[in-house]
């Protein structure tokens, strides 16, 4: 099924969106996480892979926001960018 031209664009943003908003609400509850449990996080594993999935997530939505962006620029008629 193909998706309307008009629309390809906000349907990678909206995509990537939630993607990072779900990967930052884990990274941050396992941030908060690893202060709580300070016996099980002996040598900081939770914090680095925390802040490594918010890190992602964040890497996650401006690739996502670049490609939506680029989509809509492409699909566009030379004069429509003007």
């Not at 941050?28 to 802040?51: E, M, R």
Request: proline share 1%; with cysteine.
């Amino acid at each position: 099924m193909r998706m309307n031209k008009r629309h390809e664009g906000q349907e990678i943003i909206n995509m990537c969106k939630w993607m990072a908003s779900v990967g930052l609400i884990v990274g941050v509850v396992l941030f908060l996480l690893s202060f709580i449990a300070s016996a099980y996080n002996k040598d900081y594993f939770l914090t680095i892979i925390s802040l490594s999935i918010i890190g992602a997530s964040m890497f996650m939505f401006g690739f996502g926001l670049f490609m939506g962006l680029l989509t809509e620029t492409y699909h566009r008629g030379p004069r429509e960018n003007v």
